[in-house]
Each structure stands twice: as structure tokens, then as C-alpha cells.
């Protein structure tokens, strides 16, 4: 290990490992394709993939849209946005309300406390906000900042993801739909 590394505090260390690992992940494809989004017969059609252009949500509503769009944050070292985005809708979904503490103080030391592992991008104010909302965990207290992440991959991220190579290369390489619906036959003339 180079001397620089080691004078490094372990948080920073074990964010490089983990760091080294998705990259590997991301390179396993020697043709740098998109790792789960398959194309051909039963996966994604260009249909589909055009209709992530349409919008945001479109894109996340896609089983493979969303699979794209993961794949593409992770290659830009931004995939706990959409990480932290899917926790809080699973979070905000729990019936139970003993569970909500628990479940909060996992999701705040992930992604908002302190060397959180996977610290998200916001702001002061609404990470003061959601800490405030920790003393009474309730099922809107990450909204906020889930509403702030949401903003940021739907403005910068989704739009380059668009422009990038990953979903121009799966717009080419996808198949029209060939189970469209058939025009009805002309009938014929007697």
C-alpha cells in the first residue's frame, strides 16, 4: 500500500475499497455495456427506450429504465442517490410505526449523518431539517431531502444520462417491438 493511504482515516479507506469494488463491477463488461439491460427477445425494446426520453418518472417506472439509469450513476460514482431515493420510499411504505426509528437510523447513517458511507449531496438547511426530524421519526421526515435528491437526478442527472453513450449505445442496439398490434386487413372488394 502507498505511504500516502495510510495516514488516511479508515472511513476514507473503506469508502476507497467499496469504491473499488463497484468500479471493478462497472468494468467486469469488457464492451463497457450497461451491465443488467439486455436487449433482444423478452428484454428491453427500442419502444421502451425511447419512452424513458419522455420523463423522469417514465424512466424510473421502468424495470429496465431503472436498471440503466442505476447502472449509469454507478459508473459516475453517484449511484446513492438513487439508493437513498428507493429507501425512502420503502421507509415512507412501512406499516408499522415501532419499525420507523430503526429503519430511519439506518437510512440517516447511510446516507446523511456524520461519515455517512454513502453521504448524499444537500444542503445544510435540509440536513438540519432531517436531523431535527430524527427526535420523532415519523413517515414524511426524509421527504424533504428525498424531494432535494429527486430535483437533482431529475435536472442533472437524468439529462446525461440521456446524452450518454450507455443509452445511446442500448437505443441502437434494441429491437422494435415485433408483437405490435396488426392493422386489421383491407377487406376485399367483390
Not at 415512507?92 to 448524499?120: C, H, M, V, W
Amino acid at each position: 500500500m502507498c505511504k500516502g493511504l495510510v495516514s488516511l482515516p479508515t472511513c476514507c479507506l473503506e469508502r476507497a475499497k467499496e469504491l473499488k469494488a463497484r468500479l471493478r463491477k462497472i468494468l467486469h463488461k469488457p464492451d463497457g455495456s450497461l451491465i443488467c439491460c439486455k436487449v433482444g427477445k423478452n428484454k428491453v425494446t427500442l419502444e421502451e427506450c425511447l419512452r424513458w426520453k419522455e420523463s423522469f418518472e417514465e424512466l424510473l417506472s421502468s424495470k429496465y429504465g431503472l436498471c440503466a439509469f442505476t447502472s449509469f450513476l454507478l459508473s459516475e460514482f453517484s449511484e446513492e442517490n438513487i439508493a437513498f431515493y428507493f429507501a425512502c420510499e420503502d421507509y415512507r411504505s412501512t406499516k408499522s410505526l415501532a419499525k420507523l426509528p430503526a429503519k430511519a437510523q439506518k437510512i440517516y447513517n447511510e446516507f446523511i449523518g456524520t461519515d455517512a458511507p454513502r453521504e448524499i449531496n444537500i444542503d445544510h438547511e435540509t440536513r438540519d431539517v432531517t436531523k431535527a426530524n430524527m427526535l420523532s421519526p415519523s413517515p414524511s421526515c426524509f421527504d424533504q431531502a428525498q424531494h432535494k435528491i429527486y430535483m437533482l437526478m431529475a435536472k442533472d442527472c437524468y439529462p446525461r444520462f440521456l446524452r450518454s453513450s450507455a443509452y445511446r449505445d442500448l437505443v441502437s442496439q434494441a429491437k422494435p417491438n415485433t408483437t405490435a398490434i396488426k392493422l386489421p386487413q383491407q377487406e376485399k372488394k367483390v
